[in-house]
């Protein structure tokens, strides 16, 4: 094993993985003290963190494990305060927008099994839900756009939506404002605890310190066991669509129809086991267009400028896991499939927990144990 | 005037149409592009963030800088499109319109 670039002494944390959820942990680390070094795989990665639709979302999250709806209730109630911390901090706006969201339905049976779901998931939470169900002449006047197909829908006040690529940007600038380092093209081919830390090998160098926390996507699953940890996360494909730019119609995003900031309409709704293929398909696609224009039957004449697949990070119950290795304390693992979402709480409740803070709550739930003996591909 | 046609045109068969309410003669043959270009045209579109002037720039298809309204649809390629008798053609100042056919 080859020395480090570095000894003990000038890193406190590194973080593996510069997508959404590593820099938001690197830059709430560095934001309390902490000498951070974030490594970057490169722009071969998977890269979830450049594909995905950029939902602030709080509806349908939590069924069977109420833990998680709270969890996800406080990151979005941090979201404006987080939002404004980063335009002071980086002068980057990153169109937040929570006005309320709705989950278009186009089939009774769709509404009942949704209404099911809430009555359940409220009945579990046993606190304030402003979830509801809206019939069909609820949904049209708030968006008259919407077509005659829409039985109904389910409306969140809560719900909202930003850009993930500006959140991105807006994170990275935050970081290296903070005097964050930064090593570009760095892929983590091992990691070693040693006494006093770990050393970490990439194509870049080897670095050390004392803590390393995992935050490496689909990486995370062979990373993790290098540091007594696991993170049996599977990749789950979803295709977008992505309309020319149209003049404002739709302020409130939908679960598979948003219009961004500059006026374009972002489509999708595929979930598809297609291994590590990030490729599209001419049949989802045209699956997931021929939805949104039965949902807003003018999109049916806008051009379609690009399309794109890309990888969940999916754990066995779709539920984030943030452990820390008990076998060789100082490393962690942090991966979900919600990094937007829970960028405010990734940034701040979980940084407070890695420095030696308080266990929140929720987090006992979030254990990679619970997936222990269960046999997972 | 920036542009001008090569040839004198005697023969070539006229074709009328509306550029922005006013009546311009184009000639069979011509595209949206070049018969607006040929009339004094500058300024085809204003981007839809940031309102920056554009006109067309490859006249092939690739760039998409020459989109207007053509028969009331919006972000039509100008430079793709042959011109047609009585055919209305209208700029956009940002981003399309949501309706429109």
Same mark, same amino acid.
């Given at each position: 094993?080859?020395?480090?670039?570095?000894?003990?002494?000038?890193?406190?944390?590194?973080?593996?993985?510069?997508?959404?959820?590593?820099?938001?942990?690197?830059?709430?680390?560095?934001?309390?003290?902490?000498?951070?070094?974030?490594?970057?795989?490169?722009?071969?990665? %998977?890269?979830?963190?450049?594909?995905?639709?950029?939902?602030?979302?709080?509806?349908?999250?939590?069924?069977?494990?109420?833990? %998680?709806?709270?969890?996800?209730?406080?990151? @979005?109630?941090?979201?404006?305060?987080?939002?404004?911390?980063?335009?002071?901090?980086?002068?980057?706006?990153?169109?937040?927008?929570?006005?309320?969201?709705?989950?278009?339905?186009?089939?009774?049976?769709?509404? @009942?099994?949704?209404?099911?779901?809430?009555?359940?998931?409220?009945?579990?939470?046993?606190? /304030? %839900?402003?979830?509801?169900?809206?019939?069909?002449?609820?949904?049209?006047?708030?968006?008259?756009?919407?077509?005659?197909?829409?039985?109904?829908?389910?409306?969140?006040?809560?719900?909202?939506?930003?850009?993930?690529?500006?959140?991105?940007?807006?994170?990275?600038?935050?970081?290296?404002?903070?005097?964050?380092?930064?090593?570009?093209?760095?892929?983590?081919?091992?990691?070693?605890?040693?006494?006093?830390?770990?050393?970490?090998?990439?194509?870049? &160098?080897?670095?050390?310190?004392?803590?390393?926390?995992?935050?490496?996507?689909?990486?995370?699953?062979?990373?993790?066991?290098?540091?007594?940890?696991? /993170?049996?996360?599977? #990749?789950?494909?979803?295709?977008?669509?992505?309309?020319?730019?149209?003049?404002?119609?739709?302020?409130?995003?939908?679960?598979?129809?948003?219009?961004?900031?500059? &006026?374009?309409?972002?489509?999708?709704?595929?979930?598809?086991?297609?291994?590590?293929?990030?490729?599209?398909?001419?049949?989802?696609?045209?699956?997931?267009?021929?939805?949104? !224009?039965?949902?807003? #039957?003018?999109?049916?004449?806008?051009?379609?400028?690009?399309?794109?697949?890309?990888?969940? !990070?999916?754990?066995?119950?779709?539920?984030?896991? %943030?452990?820390?290795?008990?076998?060789?304390?100082?490393?962690?693992?942090?991966?979900?499939?919600?990094?937007?979402?829970? /960028?405010?709480?990734?940034? &701040?409740?979980?940084?407070?927990?890695?420095?030696?803070?308080?266990?929140?709550?929720?987090?006992?739930?979030?254990? /990679?144990?619970?997936?222990?003996?269960?046999?997972?591909? | 005037?920036?542009?001008?046609?090569?040839?004198? +045109?005697?023969?070539? =068969?006229?074709?009328?149409?509306?550029?922005?309410?006013?009546?311009?003669?184009?000639?069979? +043959?011509?595209?949206?592009?070049?018969?607006?270009?040929? =009339?004094?045209?500058?300024?085809?579109?204003?981007?839809?963030?940031? *309102?920056?002037?554009?006109?067309?720039?490859?006249?092939?298809? =690739?760039?998409?800088?020459?989109?207007?309204?053509?028969? *009331?649809?919006?972000?039509?390629?100008?430079?793709?499109?042959?011109?047609?008798? +009585?055919?209305?053609?209208?700029?956009?100042? +940002?981003?399309?319109?949501?309706?429109?056919?």
């Amino acid at each position: 094993m080859s020395g480090a670039a570095n000894d003990f002494g000038d890193i406190d944390t590194i973080v593996v993985g510069g997508g959404v959820v590593g820099l938001s942990l690197a830059y709430g680390l560095k934001k309390a003290g902490e000498r951070v070094l974030l490594l970057d795989e490169g722009d071969d990665a %998977y890269r979830a963190a450049r594909g995905n639709f950029g939902l602030v979302w709080v509806q349908g999250k939590g069924l069977g494990c109420p833990a %998680y709806a709270r969890w996800t209730m406080q990151s @979005a109630a941090a979201w404006p305060a987080f939002a404004d911390e980063l335009r002071e901090r980086t002068g980057v706006d990153v169109e937040l927008s929570q006005i309320g969201g709705l989950t278009m339905c186009l089939h009774d049976d769709e509404m @009942a099994e949704r209404a099911a779901q809430l009555t359940r998931l409220r009945h579990d939470l046993a606190q /304030a %839900y402003p979830v509801e169900m809206w019939d069909g002449a609820a949904v049209r006047k708030l968006i008259p756009q919407t077509g005659p197909d829409v039985v109904g829908a389910v409306w969140c006040p809560l719900d909202g939506h930003a850009s993930p690529l500006r959140l991105l940007r807006a994170l990275l600038q935050g970081y290296d404002s903070l005097g964050g380092r930064l090593a570009a093209g760095s892929r983590v081919e091992a990691i070693t605890p040693r006494a006093g830390g770990f050393h970490v090998r990439t194509t870049f &160098g080897t670095f050390a310190a004392p803590k390393v926390v995992l935050a490496a996507g689909l990486g995370n699953r062979t990373l993790a066991p290098q540091v007594g940890l696991t /993170a049996p996360v599977a #990749p789950n494909r979803g295709q977008i669509l992505v309309t020319e730019r149209v003049q404002p119609f739709l302020r409130h995003p939908t679960l598979y129809v948003r219009q961004t900031g500059e &006026g374009v309409l972002q489509i999708g709704d595929s979930k598809e086991d297609a291994g590590f293929d990030d490729g599209t398909t001419l049949a989802q696609l045209s699956r997931i267009a021929a939805r949104a !224009v039965r949902c807003f #039957p003018l999109l049916e004449r806008m051009n379609i400028v690009r399309t794109w697949g890309a990888l969940r !990070v999916m754990s066995p119950d779709g539920l984030p896991i %943030y452990q820390a290795s008990t076998r060789h304390p100082g490393a962690f693992v942090i991966t979900c499939h919600s990094g937007i979402t829970l /960028a405010p709480q990734h940034a &701040g409740a979980l940084v407070d927990w890695i420095l030696g803070g308080t266990e929140p709550q929720p987090l006992q739930h979030f254990k /990679a144990e619970r997936f222990d003996g269960m046999a997972t591909h | 005037m920036a542009w001008q046609r090569i040839e004198d +045109g005697s023969d070539a =068969v006229p074709v009328r149409l509306v550029v922005e309410g006013r009546p311009v003669q184009a000639r069979a +043959g011509d595209t949206v592009a070049a018969a607006m270009l040929a =009339v004094g045209v500058a300024v085809f579109r204003e981007t839809p963030v940031s *309102g920056a002037p554009r006109a067309p720039l490859c006249m092939m298809g =690739v760039c998409f800088d020459c989109l207007v309204e053509v028969d *009331g649809r919006p972000n039509v390629q100008a430079c793709m499109t042959p011109v047609a008798e +009585g055919m209305q053609i209208c700029l956009q100042h +940002g981003a399309r319109r949501p309706e429109g056919a």
